[in-house]
């Protein structure tokens, strides 16, 4: 690290990272630690053409960084629609070299894939299948995760205004190590020295992806660093249910008043939400298969999947 890139080391929020590493646990099969399975309308969302198109591209040692775009500063959610904005407008040769990649760890690139390559789409698929997972998955609980990461983040300001730099980035985490002029950080196996130069270097704090550090190098304006945002463990024994809303108070509160058959406007009336909110969050629980619904008369009336 030269004193051009570490004057130039910020923190910020990566909503989309949050979004792309949710979707690749589901791609690869696996549990959060602390969150568990994905959930059912994880995978129903696997059924979007766009989505799918992502899921596509994530394999167990390789995702795009063009997924992943550097986090501007700002506000989460004008964040996230600015780094898919950047993902809309890649440049065709780069998603041509990195979608080129996977198949050196997966063995093969999916035909969905290429023909997006090739018919200059898969740029725009991509920031719409991560917009729609975002939408359906991680929308309705996002301030939870962005509690979190915030809290965090003002930790490590603190930290970074009484200490300095050299003890923020020794505080991230244990397998990255400031030498005085270097970090060293360890992903496994594989080695690589990468100089910053006058790159800045954007580090930024997860909750999905706990508690794992994720790394990106290549990126011709900056480096960014994704390591764990600390808190979490404490805050599970302190409250079980704060880590069980990452889905959204407003699916789990129709969720469980759903015991018996109930309207739209009943529910709307109920739970003090506007009609299209409530039917918005009853499509999205149909389509994970946690509802069911049938018609009477006018109305349509919806009850927990008993199965």
């Known amino acids: 690290m030269t004193a051009g890139g570490m004057a130039r080391t910020r923190l910020a929020l990566s909503p989309v990272a949050e979004v792309t590493v949710w979707l690749w646990l589901l791609v690869l099969g696996r549990r959060h630690p602390l969150f568990g399975d994905v959930g059912p309308v994880a995978r129903s969302v696997l059924c979007h053409r766009d989505v799918a198109l992502v899921a596509s591209t994530l394999s167990r040692g390789y995702a795009p960084d063009l997924l992943t775009p550097a986090p501007t500063l700002g506000r989460a959610l004008s964040v996230l629609d600015d780094q898919l904005d950047k993902i809309s407008g890649a440049a065709q040769e780069a998603i041509a070299e990195q979608v080129g990649h996977i198949a050196c760890y997966s063995g093969q690139v999916a035909t969905t894939v290429r023909d997006a390559v090739d018919a200059g789409t898969f740029g725009r698929r991509a920031a719409n299948g991560l917009r729609v997972f975002w939408r359906h998955v991680l929308a309705d609980g996002w301030g939870s995760l962005q509690d979190s990461m915030e809290a965090d983040l003002a ?58 550090v994720a790394l990106q190098v290549c990126g011709k304006d900056s480096a960014v660093i994704n390591y764990p945002a600390t808190g979490l463990v404490a805050n599970r024994r302190r409250d079980p249910g704060v880590l069980a809303r990452l889905y959204g108070d407003t699916r789990a509160g129709l969720l469980a008043d759903l015991d018996r058959a109930c309207s739209t406007a009943e529910l709307s009336v109920r739970h003090d939400i506007a009609p299209s909110t409530v039917s918005y969050h009853l499509r999205v629980l149909h389509q994970a298969g946690l509802v069911i619904r049938r018609r009477e008369g006018h109305y349509v009336l919806y009850q927990r999947n008993p199965s």
């Open 155 to 212: 930790g490590r300001t603190r930290t970074m205004a009484d200490h300095g730099l050299s003890a923020l980035l020794g505080s991230l985490h244990p397998d990255i190590r400031w030498t005085g002029e270097s970090l060293r950080i360890a992903l496994g196996g594989h080695e690589e020295n990468v100089t910053l130069g006058t790159r800045e270097l954007v580090l930024s704090p997860s909750v999905l992806n706990w508690p794992n």
